[in-house]
């Protein structure tokens, strides 16, 4: 039976992933959106050729009949409130990141589905996905470079909005690497700092960019984070671990290598949709396909509380300067390991 999928949000990555579901994956299709904006979703609906109903709210969109699962990509702030109506209902969901905008928002939705008793929630967090990563994490777990102690990451944005604010650099944007590398290290975080090296022209007043995050985990691994968001040539993402015995980086992603003009070159991507697109694919698939078979799996809500518990311990950071402690709840044994 395909899957009916309704769709909250249909902005930047809301109209990606329904068209991934509509001209990529199999086994789903989406009946309903919803957008605070009604137009754009209608415009959605026509755009790709939807059979879809525009709901006028997300918990209208929940509550109906022919919704078997949720997709939330609305505006973070959001998130918490459609991931609980959807638990309520024993409705799976897959919402983007961030799960919630605090700890306590996620807390609530982990106790919501622990609750509920069975898996429910999946969170878009999709570098684990991403073939990159994995090959990176087949490395370590193989003890080809030894134990971890450093991982140097950059995550490159070419520019951002007037609306980006400095506390953003964390929320909606290094909280893929404190997602990524929590999986990749198999470690939680012990503590965190911010601090600030020059800042670029090129980011609005109010915006401090770039900015370094330094965190320690709780096996003593020190990372470090460049996140500069107004970088000007190219979305780049970058991750170097330094083992015991070797040191093992993050795949580019593949590109002509061109001699032209007396230049011998690379091009760099500059749309981050462009450089997880598998991933993106392979984590809304893995969605379908569980919820077809009654189970959900992949990120869960408790990764999306470890990520909110470090990023809010690094907004803390950013404001005081201080290096603040990262404390999370107990793992409930619902999560597993
Ligand atoms: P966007 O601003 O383009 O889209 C958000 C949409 O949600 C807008 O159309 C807005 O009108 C709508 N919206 C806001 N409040 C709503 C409500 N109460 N009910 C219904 N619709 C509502 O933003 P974008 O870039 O699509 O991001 C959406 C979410 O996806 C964010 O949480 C963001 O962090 C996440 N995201 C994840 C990415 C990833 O790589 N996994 C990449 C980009 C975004
Ligand atoms: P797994 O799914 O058993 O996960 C191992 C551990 O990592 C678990 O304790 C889990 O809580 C944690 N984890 C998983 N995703 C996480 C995240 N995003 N952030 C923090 N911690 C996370 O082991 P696996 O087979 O290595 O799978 C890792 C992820 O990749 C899962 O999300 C899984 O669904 C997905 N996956 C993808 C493919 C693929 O072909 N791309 C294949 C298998 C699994
Ligand atoms: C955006 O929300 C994302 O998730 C992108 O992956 C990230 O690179 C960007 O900085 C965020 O704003």
């Known amino acids: 039976m395909t899957l009916k999928i309704g769709v909250i949000g249909t902005g930047a990555i809301g109209q990606d992933h329904a068209r991934r579901i509509t001209q990529s994956l199999s ?62 209902r024993g409705k799976p969901v897959f919402c983007e990141k961030p799960l919630a905008v605090t700890a306590e928002g996620c807390m609530r939705i982990v106790q919501a589905e622990v609750e509920h008793g069975k898996r429910l929630v999946q969170v878009g967090f999709m570098r684990p996905y ?28 070419p520019s951002v909005g007037d609306g980006y604010t400095t506390d953003m650099a964390i929320t909606d944007t290094v909280i893929h690497e404190i997602d990524v590398l929590r999986w990749l290290l198999d470690d939680d975080y012990a503590s965190v700092q911010v601090v600030y090296p020059k800042k670029t ?10 900015q370094i995050i330094l965190m320690e985990t709780a096996k003593g691994v020190r990372i470090d984070v460049e996140v500069f968001v107004n970088c000007q040539y190219g979305y780049d993402i970058q991750c170097e671990v330094v083992g015991e ?22 091009a760099i991507l500059t749309d981050w949709k462009q450089r997880f697109i598998d991933a993106y694919d392979v984590e809304l698939q893995g969605f379908i396909d569980a919820v077809r078979q009654g189970e959900v799996g992949g990120p869960s809500a408790w990764d999306g509380y470890a990520a909110a518990v470090t990023a809010d311990a690094c907004v803390l950071a950013q404001k005081t300067g201080d290096i603040v402690p990262v404390r999370m709840a107990p793992r409930p044994a619902f999560y597993g390991r």
Not at 201 to 210: G, I, K, Q, T, V
């Open 201 to 210: 022209r090129n980011a609005s007043s109010h915006l401090a960019d770039p």
């Open 245 to 266: 015995t070797g040191i093992a980086r993050l795949p580019e992603p593949s590109a002509v290598p061109m001699r032209s003009q007396a230049r011998n070159s690379v």
């Open 130 to 157: 991403d073939k990159g990563y994995r090959a990176l994490k087949n490395v370590i777990d193989s003890d080809q470079i030894g134990a971890p102690l450093i991982v140097h990451c950059a995550h490159r944005n």
């Open 27 to 88: 086994g789903a299709t989406v009946v309903a959106v919803t957008d605070i904006h009604p137009q754009q979703a209608q415009e959605v609906v026509q755009k790709l050729g939807l059979n879809a109903t525009v709901y006028a709210n997300g918990h209208d969109l929940i509550a109906a009949a022919d919704v078997e699962a949720v997709l939330v990509t609305s505006w973070g702030p959001t998130h918490e409130e459609f991931v609980l109506a959807a638990i309520a």
